[in-house]
């Protein structure tokens, strides 16, 4: 007989699994991919567990009984055995379960069994062995993007062979300790404590070792050198880049061209260009890519600029945005006049309204969302090497500023991966460090290792040997901490969690200086005007959307809230089931409040602010994107790019009511709260409709409730929207950049930017 020693401090669905000591173990147990492991009783335990809190139940004792049973069970009828099947084990639980009349455990332990059954199947048929154990969605979205795959697109990696892949191609760069830190990366990443950028989970240890997703490129104010550029980029796309400019060297329209007595076309019809080049290479069949292009609100075309998407389905391969200052701002606040420069001769050659240029800004993105404002002066603010050149352009998403010919190499850690304690959880610091540490190392070894498809970009990228560390999950952490994503509390978290990510990040980009040399252009850079001998990497941080990653964690994305807390999925038969947050299951199932049509309720509208059935605590702490005001939005970007070296790519989003003054509000309020950049998508704004969060569109103007001092409650109005069949197409178009999403299970991903969503 086998006994059974049991520690109990938590369980899995309370904190920690349960861990069951056995004296011996009888089997070896084949798993559903042909692997035989051996046989571990403390599973049974945990799933038992498992399903106990899926109904509300905390029973550890009971668990341990009825695994215990299990395990006697099958040592009785199967001791002759040396393999047994996992459905012979799960047979045998369910059987116990219904003989103990432990009816409600038994019904969701068969309905994990079912829910897992399914996506196994369905995993099948997406040709990929989960050999992590991650969530069907997760799965999904790294079959499409990461794994490598044979000539007729059929996956020949697993998962963990595609984490053991990327670890080996970088640890490379390690001169010693290799196998070390092999294992090391390959923990963090199998772990989803630490992803790395799409294009190094993707390219890294394959053939094509271009591992960066983002580039900027210097746009000169001639023919020749303009078609230079335009062939530089169209190679990074070609190698799955996208690319950043910034126009403003470009001569305005209609201006003498001295050579051919000729006038000028202007930036925008160049943006065409650089447009068709895109759509070109897409054509041709190569990864959709995007471009960012910013020009300076003192450029005599601005106000052409603002207005070039006036009809959306132009330039469907451009993001731009406004190259404001704070000089700019000021006098749109006062209403003064402002000059516009000719960038080829730097005479004025117009004065107009400051503030008739921003409101005009608002408009055209109240109306879908473009333009977007990066505020170059609080950008060069931070500019690690003065000395080398001004900050001019972003990457595609905005939070990465670059040098003309560098490229942005990014990853982000997985903060809800980092919680700890049973109860009232708290953030697990010193694992948080362990992390940072060894992101920081991973992302210098991929400027390392990276091949580089142009030899000026690899010369100016390990000059500075930039990276960008940032963060996701951060909604995720916060509703497990219970605390508002409105209140000071989330604030002050989102403080001290960026704090101290950035000294620790600091801390081990001088460690890896004094290890392996500082970046060449060290000398004359802020970092030895700080006292520092050593520096490893120009910046160290950036807070990315993770659209992507995030979905390949299973967590929120990048720094933003919810967008939705449950969508409809559809089943095996062609039925719609509601897919509810599963953090708020488990906190409407502590709290006692009856499902009876309650999780149908939420999967129409994806909030919970109207349903006064559930408890305001916890609606306090469930919020959605639609249900924050501008201010929880900006003030929470703000949190972050405190301590961020780079910037911060976030989407202000506004309700389908929101007036352009909202979006003026807005604005201002990122400039003056120190934010680099800002973007905003007012709800069913554009003609294609990415996301409708079922039958309902809340006005946030109306907010839920502010947990801020001295903010008074009101309640939230909320307004029938007519549905609109966003699943009837197979590609859409990302509310961040315009490029067209691509639809799996539920979920719309851009693969220009990474802008990723579940929707209804």
Same mark, same amino acid.
């Given at each position: 007989?086998?006994?059974?020693?049991?520690?109990?401090?938590?369980?899995?669905?309370?904190?920690?699994?349960?861990?069951?000591?056995?004296?011996?173990? $009888?089997?070896?147990?084949?798993?559903?991919?042909?692997?035989?492991?051996?046989?571990?009783?403390?599973?049974?335990?945990?799933?038992?567990?498992?399903?106990?809190?899926?109904?509300?139940?905390?029973?550890?004792?009971?668990?341990?009984?009825?695994?215990?049973?299990?395990?006697?069970?099958?040592?009785?009828?199967?001791?002759?055995?040396?393999?047994?099947?996992?459905?012979?084990?799960?047979?045998?639980?369910?059987?116990?379960?219904?003989?103990?009349?432990?009816?409600?455990?038994?019904?969701?332990?068969?309905?994990?069994?079912?829910?897992?059954?399914?996506?196994?199947?369905?995993?099948?048929?997406?040709?990929?062995?989960?050999?992590?154990?991650?969530?069907?969605?997760?799965?999904?979205?790294?079959?499409?993007?990461?794994?490598?795959?044979?000539?007729?697109?059929?996956?020949?990696?697993? &998962?963990?062979?595609?984490? $053991?892949?990327?670890?080996?191609?970088?640890?490379?760069?390690?001169?010693?300790?290799?196998?070390?830190?092999?294992?090391?990366?390959?923990?963090?990443?199998?772990?989803?404590?630490?992803? *790395?950028?799409?294009?190094?989970?993707?390219?890294?240890?394959?053939?094509?070792?271009?591992?960066?997703?983002?580039?900027?490129? &210097?746009? &000169?104010?001639?023919?020749?050198?303009?078609?230079?550029?335009?062939?530089?980029?169209?190679?990074?796309?070609?190698?799955?880049?996208?690319?950043?400019?910034?126009?403003?060297?470009?001569?305005?329209?209609?201006?003498?061209?001295?050579?051919?007595?000729?006038?000028?076309?202007? *930036?925008?019809?160049?943006?065409?260009?650089?447009?068709?080049?895109?759509?070109?290479?897409?054509?041709?069949?190569?990864?959709?890519?995007?471009?960012?292009?910013?020009?300076?609100?003192?450029?005599?075309?601005?106000?052409?600029?603002?207005?070039?998407?006036?009809?959306?389905?132009?330039?469907?391969?451009?993001?731009?945005?406004?190259?404001?200052?704070?000089?700019?701002?000021?006098?749109?606040?006062?209403?003064?006049?402002?000059?516009?420069?000719?960038?080829?001769?730097?005479?004025?050659?117009?004065?107009?309204?400051?503030?008739?240029?921003?409101?005009?800004?608002?408009?055209?993105?109240?109306?879908?969302?473009?333009?977007?404002?990066?505020?170059?002066?609080?950008?060069?603010?931070?500019?690690?090497?003065?000395?080398?050149?001004?900050?001019?352009?972003?990457?595609?998403?905005?939070?990465?500023?670059?040098?003309?010919?560098?490229?942005?190499?990014?990853?982000?850690?997985?903060?809800?991966?980092?919680?700890?304690?049973?109860?009232?959880?708290?953030?697990?610091?010193?694992? $948080?460090?362990?992390?940072?540490?060894?992101?920081?190392?991973?992302?210098?070894?991929?400027?390392?290792?990276?091949?580089?498809?142009?030899?000026?970009?690899?010369?100016?990228?390990?000059?500075?040997?930039?990276?960008?560390?940032? !963060?996701?999950?951060?909604?995720?952490?916060?509703?497990?901490?219970?605390? *508002?994503?409105?209140?000071?509390?989330?604030?002050?978290?989102?403080?001290?969690?960026?704090?101290?990510?950035?000294?620790?990040?600091?801390?081990?980009?001088?460690?890896?200086?004094?290890?392996?040399?500082?970046?060449?252009?060290?000398?004359?850079?802020?970092?030895?005007?700080?006292?520092?001998?050593?520096?490893?990497?120009?910046? $160290?941080?950036?807070?990315?959307?993770?659209?992507?990653?995030?979905?390949?964690?299973?967590?929120?994305?990048?720094?933003?809230?919810?967008?939705? @807390?449950?969508?409809?999925?559809?089943?095996?038969?062609?039925?719609?089931? &509601?897919?509810?947050?599963?953090?708020?299951?488990?906190? @409407?199932?502590?709290?006692?409040?009856?499902?009876?049509?309650?999780?149908?309720?939420?999967?129409?509208?994806?909030?919970?602010?109207?349903? %006064?059935?559930?408890?305001?605590?916890?609606?306090?702490?469930?919020?959605?994107?639609?249900?924050?005001?501008?201010?929880?939005?900006?003030?929470?970007?703000?949190?972050?790019?405190?301590?961020?070296?780079?910037?911060?790519?976030?989407?202000?989003?506004?309700?389908?009511?929101?007036?352009?003054?909202?979006?003026?509000?807005?604005?201002?309020?990122?400039?003056?709260?120190?934010?680099?950049?800002?973007? !905003?998508?007012?709800?069913?704004?554009?003609?294609?409709?990415?996301?409708?969060?079922?039958?309902?569109?809340?006005?946030?103007?109306?907010?839920?409730?502010?947990?801020?001092?001295?903010?008074?409650?009101? *309640?939230?109005?909320?307004?029938?929207?007519?549905?609109?069949?966003?699943?009837?197409?197979?590609?859409?178009?990302?509310?961040?950049?315009?490029?067209?999403?691509?639809?799996?299970?539920?979920?719309? %991903?851009?693969?220009?930017?990474?802008?990723?969503?579940?929707?209804?």
């Amino acid at each position: 007989m086998i006994g059974f020693d049991v520690d109990i401090d938590g369980c899995a669905g309370f904190e920690r699994s349960v861990i069951v000591v056995y004296e011996m173990a $009888l089997w070896q147990v084949r798993k559903r991919s042909g692997e035989p492991e051996d046989f571990d009783p403390a599973k049974i335990t945990r799933s038992i567990v498992m399903a106990q809190s899926n109904v509300g139940v905390t029973d550890a004792e009971t668990a341990k009984r009825i695994a215990k049973m299990a395990v006697s069970d099958l040592s009785d009828r199967l001791a002759s055995e040396r393999v047994i099947g996992t459905d012979e084990i799960g047979d045998t639980v369910e059987r116990i379960l219904i003989d103990e009349s432990l009816y409600v455990i038994a019904r969701a332990y068969i309905i994990a069994r079912e829910r897992r059954r399914q996506e196994r199947k369905a995993e099948k048929q997406l040709g990929v062995v989960d050999d992590v154990g991650l969530p069907y969605n997760s799965v999904v979205v790294i079959r499409n993007k990461y794994l490598r795959k044979d000539d007729n697109g059929h996956p020949v990696e697993t &998962p963990k062979q595609m984490f $053991l892949r990327v670890a080996q191609a970088l640890a490379r760069a390690e001169s010693s300790r290799k196998g070390l830190y092999e294992k090391r990366f390959f923990d963090v990443m199998v772990s989803l404590r630490f992803l *790395p950028g799409g294009r190094t989970l993707a390219n890294a240890g394959t053939v094509n070792n271009q591992l960066a997703n983002c580039f900027v490129l &210097p746009m &000169p104010d001639s023919v020749e050198g303009f078609f230079e550029v335009v062939k530089a980029s169209s190679i990074l796309k070609k190698n799955g880049g996208a690319v950043g400019f910034n126009f403003g060297k470009i001569r305005p329209k209609g201006d003498i061209v001295a050579r051919t007595s000729g006038r000028a076309c202007g *930036p925008v019809a160049l943006m065409k260009i650089v447009n068709d080049a895109s759509d070109i290479l897409l054509q041709a069949g190569g990864r959709r890519s995007g471009n960012m292009v910013i020009l300076p609100v003192s450029h005599p075309d601005i106000l052409e600029f603002i207005t070039c998407k006036e009809d959306e389905t132009l330039l469907p391969h451009i993001n731009y945005s406004l190259g404001v200052t704070g000089k700019f701002m000021e006098a749109a606040a006062k209403d003064r006049s402002w000059n516009l420069i000719n960038p080829r001769n730097g005479e004025v050659v117009n004065t107009v309204s400051a503030r008739s240029i921003l409101e005009l800004a608002c408009s055209m993105a109240w109306r879908n969302g473009d333009p977007g404002l990066v505020f170059l002066d609080r950008i060069n603010v931070d500019n690690p090497t003065p000395q080398v050149g001004v900050l001019e352009a972003v990457n595609l998403c905005g939070e990465q500023p670059l040098l003309p010919w560098e490229a942005c190499n990014l990853g982000s850690i997985n903060l809800a991966a980092h919680l700890m304690g049973n109860g009232k959880r708290t953030v697990d610091w010193e694992r $948080l460090s362990e992390s940072v540490r060894l992101g920081i190392r991973m992302l210098d070894d991929v400027v390392t290792v990276c091949g580089y498809p142009l030899r000026k970009i690899q010369e100016v990228v390990r000059s500075n040997r930039k990276i960008g560390l940032g !963060v996701m999950g951060w909604a995720d952490v916060l509703v497990r901490l219970g605390i *508002p994503y409105t209140s000071e509390e989330a604030l002050r978290l989102a403080h001290r969690t960026m704090k101290f990510i950035r000294e620790t990040a600091e801390d081990e980009s001088q460690r890896l200086g004094r290890e392996k040399g500082s970046f060449p252009n060290f000398r004359g850079s802020v970092w030895e005007k700080r006292g520092f001998k050593h520096f490893r990497n120009a910046t $160290l941080l950036t807070i990315a959307p993770t659209g992507s990653i995030s979905m390949a964690a299973g967590v929120s994305y990048g720094i933003e809230p919810l967008f939705a @807390l449950a969508f409809y999925k559809e089943a095996m038969g062609g039925v719609q089931l &509601p897919e509810v947050n599963s953090d708020l299951m488990e906190a @409407l199932r502590n709290a006692g409040v009856e499902e009876n049509g309650l999780l149908d309720e939420v999967a129409q509208t994806g909030t919970i602010q109207h349903l %006064t059935k559930i408890p305001e605590r916890i609606r306090r702490v469930f919020v959605t994107a639609h249900d924050l005001s501008i201010r929880d939005h900006v003030f929470m970007q703000a949190a972050f790019q405190k301590y961020t070296d780079n910037a911060v790519s976030k989407t202000i989003n506004l309700p389908h009511t929101a007036r352009v003054e909202d979006v003026e509000a807005a604005f201002v309020l990122a400039w003056k709260t120190g934010c680099k950049g800002i973007t !905003v998508y007012r709800d069913a704004s554009r003609k294609v409709q990415v996301l409708h969060v079922g039958k309902y569109s809340i006005d946030t103007r109306h907010k839920t409730q502010d947990t801020r001092q001295g903010k008074k409650d009101v *309640p939230v109005q909320a307004k029938k929207l007519q549905a609109s069949k966003l699943l009837s197409s197979s590609s859409l178009e990302c509310p961040q950049c315009g490029a067209m999403m691509q639809m799996a299970e539920g979920c719309a %991903t851009c693969p220009s930017c990474a802008f990723s969503v579940c929707s209804l």
